[in-house]
C-alpha cells in the first residue's frame, strides 16, 4: 500500500462521525460606520501610513519625481509592463519603489489584497524597499468575511493581504519594522 | 434545606479553623447544616496524578456519605470541581449523578442559591485576592481574562459586603499560584517559582492577608511566606466572611 | 539537541529557574505577548462567536478529512501542483532529499515550518551534505547557534539581544557588542538577502489548505516565506494533514483568530494565497501523517489536531514561562506539544502532561477551542495506565487510595499526625521532604476539624 493510500484509509478507519459544517454570516461580525477611519487607525497602528488623495494624477506626478531622481521606480498602477513578468530576483532587488494597485481594503486590520495580475511580478511587493499601494476607498470592506465574498482567490495563481511593512520582533520582542520585505508601507486612498 | 458540609481532607487535618468558619457561617445563614462523619478524601489527589483507577474507594464512600443531602457545599473549588467531573457509582449511577448536580463551591452556594444579600461580617485589613483556578475556570466562579465576556465574581460579590475590608487584585488578575496537586512536589522548583511571584504582586499592593477561595492555593502560598518571614498572612475566604 | 540525553521536564526547569532573574525576564517577557494578545481580542466583540466558528469547521473537517484530502489533491493537481505523501517524518525527509537531488539543488531557503522542525529536516539533510538556510529571523538566530527553536512562534524568545549580538558577531561579523536589535535586523537581512536572490528551492510551511480550491495560504510577518518561494525554481510546502479546510471563505475566521492569538496583531503582515506555480516554476506539496491519523483515532485526543499553531497556549502558561521552550525536549513545546507528543513517543515525553498545573488557561486562550488541560489530565491517565510512571509513585497513590478510602484508618493516621503528613500527597513520598526545600510545613493543629465537630455539634 502506498503512504497516500495508508494514510487515506487510516483517516476513514479513524474519523469520527461526520458533524455539520458551521453556517458562516456577516449579521454577528462588527460593522464600522466609518471604515476608512478604522482602516487608517488599524493600518498605521502596525506601521503603515495612510494618505487620502483627492485624484490619482498626485500618485503619477510622485512617481515622476523619483524616477527622475534616479531612483528604480517601478509602476504597475498606470503602466502594464510585461517584462516585469521576466525579471528575476536579481534585477527585483534593486527596486526602490514600486507602486501597485490593491483590489480591497479590510477595514477590521487594516490590509490590503492584491491580486497576481496588479504585482506584476510575484516577487515585487515583498522584494521591493518601499511600497505604495493605491486603493479606491469604495473598495473597503469591514471585515474578511466580507472579503472573502468579493475576492476571487481560486480565479489567480497567487494573492496576498498585506498589512504594513515587514516586521520582526524575534530579538527580544523588540518591534523593527523591515525585516526581509518593505521597510515600508503607503496606502493612498483615492 | 438540608446541607452536608464536605470538609476536603487537608482541610479537616491541618485547617480545621476554614470547616468551622464555613460551618459557623451557614448556621448563620440559616441552613441546617451536617458533617458526615465518615468522609475522608474527594480523590482528586489520585486522579490528577493519572490514577482514577484508585479512586473507587473515595468514590463510594462519597456516595454513601452524602448521598442523603439536597446541597453539599465545600470551601474548596478544586474538591468541588472534581466530584462534578469525575464522581462515579457504577452501581447506582444516578445516585453519583445527584451528588455532582447538588455539590457547590461556598461561594456559589452563597450567591446562587442562598442569594445572600447581607454579611454581618467585619475584616477591617487589607486583603489581596487569589483566584484559585479550579474555582475559577473549573466552576465559572469569575469571569477570566482571557474571555470575551462579561465581566462577574461571586467571590468578590461577597468580599465587597463585609465592613472594612480593603480588596485589592494582583497584576495578573487571575494566574496560577503553581500549587497543582502533586505539582507541588513533582515540579517543585516551578511550583515554587510561580508561588513566589503571586506573593510579590500582593505584596506590592502591600495587603495584610492573601485570601483564595481554596486552601491548597493558600497552603502553598503560606508555606513560602512564612519561610521568607512575610509579616503578610494567608486565610481562607470563609474565615473573613465569618469574622466579626 | 537531539543526539544528547534528554532531561525530564521537571529537572530541566530547575536548571532553568537557577537563573532567576533570566527567568522573570523571560515570563515578563512573554506575558508581555500574552498582553498584547489580550488587548487585540478584547477588541473584537465577536470573539467568542469567532472561536465557536472556528472549532466547528475544524471539528466538521476532521470528521471528513479523507475526503477533503482527496479533494485538495484533485484540486491542487488541476493547478499544476505536486503532490507527495509522507506517512511519517523519515518519508518526509526522504521525500525532500529526492527533490533536491533530482533537480540537483544546492541553494535552499527555507520559512518557518514547525513540521519540518517536528521531522527534523536540517538534521536529516545535514548528514546527506546539504544545508538549508533558515531564513525566519528567529530560526536563524537559533540555527547558527545550533540550537532547536524554543518557542513555535518565537523561536528566539530564550534569547537576549546580547546572545544574539554574540552570535551575529561571530558568524555575520557584526560589530561587538552591538546589541540594537534594530541594528542585528538590518544586518541579518542583508545577509539572507543574498540567500533569497541566489536561492533554487524554498520550502516553506503551510498554515491552511483549502480543500474546494486546492490552494494553500502561508503567513509570516517578516517577508521570508515569499521572498523565497517566488525567487526559487522550485517552491516545496510541507504541510501535515490536519491544515485542510473546507472553503476558502473560513479564512475569513481563521486569519482573524490567527495572528491576533499569537502576537495580538489584528493580522500577519503577509497573508500568501498560493493557488499555482508561476509560470516557469515548479510547485510541490509533502502532506505528512506522522502520527497524525493515530491521534484522530484518539476520541479523547483528536481535537488537538484542531491546532493553528498560534502558541497562546504558550505565552498564557504560567510553566512554560517559567521553564523556557527547550525544558519540554520536543519541536513542539507548551501546554499544546504536552498533548501531541504523548502520541508521537509516549514513553519519551510521559513527563509532559505532568508538567501543568491543570490551571486551564491554555484552553482559554486556545483560537480553537482545544480542551488543552482537560486532555493533560486524559493523557496522565493513559501514561499511568500504560505504565510509563516511577513505581514510587504508583506505591505512594496505593497508599494514599487505601488511607482514603477507610475512614477509620483515615482519622487514626490523622490522630498520630506524622503519619498523616507522610502520607499526604504533597510530600511525594520522597525521603527528602521536597515541599520543605522551599517552604514551611503546615502546622498540624490539636484538633482536626472532624473532633472539633463532634464536640460542637450539639451546642
Known amino acids: 500500500m502506498s503512504s497516500r493510500e495508508k494514510i487515506l484509509a487510516t483517516c476513514t478507519a479513524n474519523k469520527p462521525a461526520l458533524v455539520d459544517l458551521p453556517q458562516l454570516s456577516d449579521e454577528h461580525l462588527t460593522h464600522y460606520d466609518d471604515k476608512i477611519a478604522q482602516f487608517k487607525l488599524i493600518l498605521e497602528g502596525i506601521g503603515g501610513k495612510v494618505v487620502a488623495l483627492e485624484n490619482i494624477e498626485q500618485v503619477k506626478e510622485e512617481i515622476a519625481i523619483h524616477k527622475q531622481s534616479g531612483e528604480f521606480v517601478v509602476d504597475t498602477v498606470f503602466n502594464t509592463d510585461d517584462a516585469l513578468k521576466a525579471q528575476t530576483s536579481f534585477d527585483l532587488e534593486r527596486v526602490d519603489r514600486a507602486y501597485l494597485q490593491a483590489t480591497l481594503g479590510v477595514a477590521e486590520n487594516g490590509s490590503v489584497w492584491l491580486y497576481e495580475a496588479q504585482m506584476g511580478n510575484r516577487l515585487l511587493p515583498f522584494i521591493c524597499q518601499h511600497l505604495f499601494i493605491v486603493l479606491d476607498k469604495a473598495t473597503l470592506v469591514d471585515n474578511m468575511y466580507q472579503a472573502y465574498q468579493k475576492l476571487q482567490v481560486q480565479e489567480t495563481g497567487?494573492?496576498?493581504?498585506?498589512?504594513?511593512?515587514?516586521?520582526?520582533?524575534?530579538?527580544?520582542?523588540?518591534?523593527?519594522?523591515?525585516?526581509?520585505?518593505a521597510r515600508s508601507l503607503t496606502v493612498y486612498l483615492v | 434545606m438540608k446541607v452536608g458540609l464536605f470538609i476536603p481532607c487537608y482541610i479537616d487535618q491541618f485547617y480545621p479553623q476554614v470547616g468551622i468558619a464555613t460551618y459557623q457561617l451557614l448556621k448563620k445563614l440559616g441552613c441546617d447544616v451536617d458533617y458526615p462523619e465518615n468522609q475522608t478524601c474527594c480523590g482528586q489527589p489520585m486522579a490528577n496524578s493519572g490514577f482514577s483507577p484508585l479512586t473507587g474507594g473515595c468514590d463510594k464512600n462519597f456516595v454513601a456519605n452524602f448521598d442523603a443531602y439536597d446541597y453539599i457545599v465545600a470551601p474548596s473549588g478544586s474538591c468541588v470541581l472534581h466530584i462534578k467531573e469525575h464522581l462515579k457509582d457504577d452501581k447506582n449511577p444516578e445516585k453519583a449523578q445527584k451528588i455532582r448536580n447538588n455539590i457547590y463551591e461556598l461561594t456559589e452556594f452563597l450567591v446562587d442559591i442562598l442569594k445572600v444579600e447581607h454579611l454581618s461580617s467585619n475584616f477591617p485589613y487589607k486583603v489581596g485576592f487569589h483566584t484559585s483556578c479550579h474555582?475559577?475556570?473549573?466552576?465559572?466562579?469569575?469571569?477570566?481574562?482571557?474571555?470575551?465576556?462579561?465581566?462577574?465574581?461571586?467571590?468578590?460579590?461577597?468580599?465587597?459586603?463585609?465592613?472594612?475590608?480593603?480588596?485589592?487584585?494582583?497584576?495578573?488578575?487571575?494566574?496560577c499560584c503553581g500549587f497543582g496537586g502533586t505539582f507541588c512536589v513533582f515540579e517543585e522548583a516551578v511550583s515554587v517559582k510561580m508561588g513566589k511571584d503571586r506573593i510579590e504582586e500582593h505584596q506590592k499592593n502591600e495587603v495584610d492577608y492573601i485570601t483564595a477561595g481554596d486552601v491548597s492555593c493558600l497552603m502553598h502560598l503560606e508555606g513560602i511566606l512564612k519561610r521568607q518571614g512575610s509579616k503578610v498572612k494567608a486565610i481562607h475566604l470563609a474565615e473573613i466572611l465569618n469574622h466579626e | 539537541?537531539?543526539?544528547?540525553?534528554?532531561?525530564?521536564?521537571?529537572?530541566?526547569?530547575?536548571?532553568?529557574i537557577k537563573d532567576e532573574a533570566r527567568t522573570d525576564w523571560h515570563d515578563d517577557t512573554l506575558w508581555f505577548v500574552r498582553q498584547k494578545r489580550d488587548k487585540a481580542v478584547h477588541g473584537i466583540a465577536e470573539w467568542e462567536q469567532l472561536r465557536e466558528w472556528a472549532s466547528e469547521i475544524k471539528n466538521h473537517t476532521l470528521s471528513n478529512l479523507d475526503n477533503y484530502l482527496i479533494a485538495f489533491e484533485k484540486q491542487a493537481e488541476a493547478n499544476g501542483i505536486k503532490i507527495h505523501w509522507a506517512a511519517d517524518a523519515l518519508e518526509h525527509n526522504q521525500l525532500m532529499h529526492k527533490i533536491l537531488k533530482d533537480n540537483n539543488i544546492s541553494r535552499i531557503v527555507k520559512s518557518k515550518s514547525m513540521l519540518t522542525e517536528e521531522c527534523h529536516l536540517n538534521d536529516y539533510l545535514k548528514k546527506q551534505g546539504i544545508e538549508v538556510v533558515d531564513t525566519d529571523l528567529g530560526e536563524r538566530i537559533v540555527q547558527l547557534r545550533d540550537e532547536a527553536p524554543s518557542h513555535i512562534v518565537l523561536p528566539a524568545i530564550h534569547l537576549k539581544k546580547q546572545d544574539v549580538s554574540e552570535t551575529f558577531h561571530e558568524h555575520l561579523h557584526t560589530e561587538?557588542?552591538?546589541?540594537?536589535?534594530?541594528?542585528l535586523t538590518e544586518a541579518a537581512r542583508q545577509h539572507l538577502r543574498d540567500h533569497f536572490i541566489q536561492s533554487e528551492l524554498a520550502i516553506t510551511g503551510v498554515?491552511?489548505?483549502?480543500a474546494e480550491t486546492g490552494g494553500f495560504v502561508v503567513c509570516t510577518n517578516e517577508g521570508n516565506a515569499d521572498m523565497g518561494a517566488h525567487t526559487a525554481k522550485i517552491h516545496v510546502a510541507c504541510m501535515g494533514i490536519e491544515k485542510i479546510i473546507p472553503k476558502t471563505e473560513h479564512l475569513g475566521v481563521f486569519l482573524r483568530l490567527l495572528a491576533r492569538s499569537a502576537t495580538g496583531q489584528p493580522i500577519t503582515t503577509y497573508s500568501s494565497h498560493f493557488q499555482k506555480p508561476r509560470s516557469g516554476?515548479?510547485?510541490?506539496?509533502?502532506?505528512?501523517?506522522?502520527?497524525?491519523?493515530k491521534q484522530l483515532g484518539r476520541a479523547d485526543f483528536r481535537n488537538s489536531l484542531k491546532c493553528i499553531r498560534c502558541a497562546a497556549c504558550f505565552n498564557t502558561c504560567p510553566v512554560y514561562r517559567r521553564s523556557g521552550g527547550h525544558s519540554y525536549h520536543t519541536a513542539v513545546a507548551g501546554p499544546i506539544g504536552s498533548i501531541l507528543n504523548p502520541n508521537l513517543d509516549m514513553k519519551a515525553n510521559a513527563d509532559l502532561p505532568f508538567a501543568s498545573t491543570l490551571c486551564g488557561s491554555c484552553s482559554n486562550v486556545c483560537p480553537v477551542k482545544i480542551d488543552i488541560h482537560e486532555q493533560l489530565w486524559k493523557w496522565r491517565q493513559v501514561i499511568v495506565e500504560e505504565g510509563y510512571v516511577k513505581p514510587e509513585k504508583k506505591i505512594a497513590m496505593k497508599?494514599?487510595?487505601?488511607?482514603?478510602?477507610?475512614?477509620?484508618?483515615?482519622?487514626?493516621?490523622?490522630?498520630?499526625?506524622?503519619?498523616?503528613?507522610?502520607?499526604?500527597?504533597?510530600?511525594?513520598?520522597?525521603?527528602?521532604?521536597?515541599?520543605?526545600?522551599?517552604?514551611?510545613?503546615?502546622?498540624?493543629?490539636?484538633?482536626?476539624f472532624h473532633d472539633w465537630y463532634q464536640q460542637n455539634k450539639n451546642k
Do not use: C
Open chain 3, 399 to 448: 497508599g494514599m487510595a487505601w488511607l482514603f478510602s477507610n475512614p477509620k484508618v483515615y482519622r487514626w493516621a490523622g490522630k498520630s499526625g506524622r503519619w498523616f503528613l507522610r502520607t499526604m500527597p504533597f510530600l511525594g513520598n520522597n525521603k527528602l521532604n521536597v515541599w520543605y526545600k522551599q517552604r514551611e510545613m503546615p502546622e498540624a493543629p490539636k484538633q482536626s
Open chain 3, 176 to 183: 561587538e557588542g552591538n546589541n540594537d536589535p534594530q541594528y
Open chain 3, 207 to 210: 498554515n491552511f489548505a483549502i
Open chain 1, 158 to 181: 497567487f494573492g496576498v493581504f498585506i498589512a504594513g511593512p515587514s516586521k520582526t520582533a524575534d530579538i527580544e520582542q523588540s518591534l523593527v519594522i523591515g525585516a526581509h520585505g
Open chain 3, 1 to 16: 539537541m537531539s543526539n544528547l540525553k534528554t532531561l525530564d521536564h521537571a529537572a530541566a526547569a530547575e536548571i532553568f
Open chain 3, 281 to 293: 516554476q515548479e510547485m510541490h506539496i509533502i502532506i505528512v501523517d506522522n502520527g497524525r491519523t
Open chain 2, 135 to 175: 474555582g475559577q475556570r473549573g466552576l465559572h466562579l469569575s469571569s477570566m481574562t482571557e474571555r470575551v465576556l462579561p465581566q462577574f465574581s461571586k467571590p468578590e460579590q461577597l468580599l465587597q459586603k463585609v465592613k472594612g475590608l480593603q480588596l485589592s487584585y494582583p497584576e495578573r488578575k487571575d494566574e
